[in-house]
C-alpha cells in the first residue's frame, strides 16, 4: 500500500470522478483509472461503483476511505514535525581554517547553512594547517580549511576547486615593487620570511630549485598577518600565499606573483570515522550537496 495511491483513491472518492480528480492530481485519466484498478486487484474487493455520470463507494471504499484519511494525516503530520526539527537544529561547529582566498567558500557555505539553521552557531579558529589538523585529530576543531598536502587516511575532505597563489610580500618602496612578477633569482641575497610547516618548505625548495641553500632566510612564520609585520618594518620579504590579504595588510607593502608561477590547492575536512554532533553532520551534509563530494 503506497502514500501515494491512497492519495490518488481519497482524491476520486471526493470529487467523485476520475475527469476531475485526474485535473486536482495533474496526472492523466488513463494513469488514475489503472491505478485505481491496480488497486481494487491488489485488495481484492470492489471499492467503486461506477455510474454514467458518477462513481460511488462500495462498503469497502467507504472503509478504506476512512483508514485512508487518517493515514494520509498522519503523514501530513509527521512530516511537519521533521520539518519541525530540521529548523530548530541548534548546536556549535568549530572551524578551524588558514588564511586563504578558499575562506569565502566557507563563508558562502555557513551562510547558506545558516538561511536553514538559524540557531547553529560558528566559532572559527584561525592557524596554520598544522595546527588545524592537529586540532582535527584531538577533538578540538570539527572542520578544518586547510591547504594540501593531507593524511587521507586520517580525514575525509573535500577538494576545492579554487587554487591559491604563493605571492611576494614586499613594502611598496622595495626595488622588487617595480617588477610585475617575482623569480627565484631576484630573492638571492635578499632577506626572506618563509612558512614553518615542513611539507610546505619542500615545496618552496623546489621552486627555488638551486637557489634554495643560497637564501637568506632570517624569519619563518606561520601566519600571514605576522610576516606582514616584518615586511612592513623592513625586516623581510615574505612568501606568502595570496589568500585573504586585505586592505589592512596591504597600506605600506604590496605583493607580487611568482614566475613561475607556484600554486596550492585547499581542502575541507574533518576526521574520518567519528560520530559528530547533528549540527556537524548537517553542515558536512551542506557542504558535500552544495560543493560535491570529491
Known amino acids: 500500500m503506497e502514500i ?21 492530481l495533474h496526472i492523466t485519466q488513463p494513469t488514475l483509472s489503472r491505478q485505481l484498478a491496480q488497486m481494487e486487484e491488489e485488495y481484492g474487493v470492489r471499492l467503486f461503483d461506477r455510474g454514467i455520470r458518477k462513481i460511488s463507494l462500495t462498503s469497502d471504499g467507504i472503509l478504506l476511505r476512512r483508514r ?13 514535525e521533521l520539518l519541525s526539527q530540521e529548523m530548530l537544529i541548534d548546536g556549535e561547529i568549530l572551524i578551524g581554517c588558514g588564511e586563504l582566498a578558499s575562506m569565502q567558500t566557507v563563508s558562502d557555505l555557513i551562510r547558506s547553512f545558516q538561511n536553514q539553521h538559524p540557531l547553529v552557531h560558528f566559532d572559527i579558529h ?29 580525514f575525509d575532505f573535500i577538494r576545492l576547486k579554487q587554487t591559491e597563489n604563493w605571492v611576494i610580500l614586499m613594502r611598496q618602496d622595495a626595488p622588487l615593487a617595480e617588477k610585475e612578477a617575482v623569480s627565484p633569482s631576484d630573492l638571492l641575497e635578499l632577506p626572506l620570511c618563509l612558512v614553518r610547516r615542513p611539507s610546505v618548505k619542500n615545496e618552496l625548495a623546489s621552486w627555488f630549485g638551486e637557489s634554495y641553500e ?28 595570496e589568500g585573504l590579504l586585505s586592505d589592512m595588510h596591504l597600506k605600506e607593502i604590496c605583493y607580487r606573483p611568482l614566475s613561475p608561477a607556484l600554486t596550492a590547492t585547499s581542502v575541507i575536512a574533518w576526521k574520518r570515522n567519528t560520530p559528530q554532533n547533528i549540527a556537524v553532520s548537517r553542515f558536512i551534509e551542506h557542504m558535500r550537496s552544495s560543493l560535491g563530494d570529491s
Open 4 to 24: 501515494r495511491t491512497l492519495r490518488y483513491f481519497v482524491t476520486v472518492a471526493k470529487f467523485e470522478s476520475i475527469t476531475k480528480a485526474a485535473e486536482e
Open 68 to 80: 485512508a484519511e487518517e493515514i494520509l494525516q498522519l503523514v501530513s503530520k509527521t512530516e511537519k
Open 126 to 154: 584561525t592557524g596554520n594547517a598544522d595546527h588545524v589538523r592537529k586540532n582535527i585529530e584531538s577533538g578540538i576543531t570539527d572542520i578544518g580549511l586547510m591547504l594540501e598536502p593531507i593524511d587521507k587516511n586520517k
Open 214 to 241: 643560497k637564501l637568506d632566510v632570517r624569519f619563518t612564520s606561520n601566519l600571514t598577518t605576522n610576516a606582514a609585520n616584518l615586511v612592513k618594518n623592513g625586516l623581510a620579504y615574505a612568501m606568502v600565499i
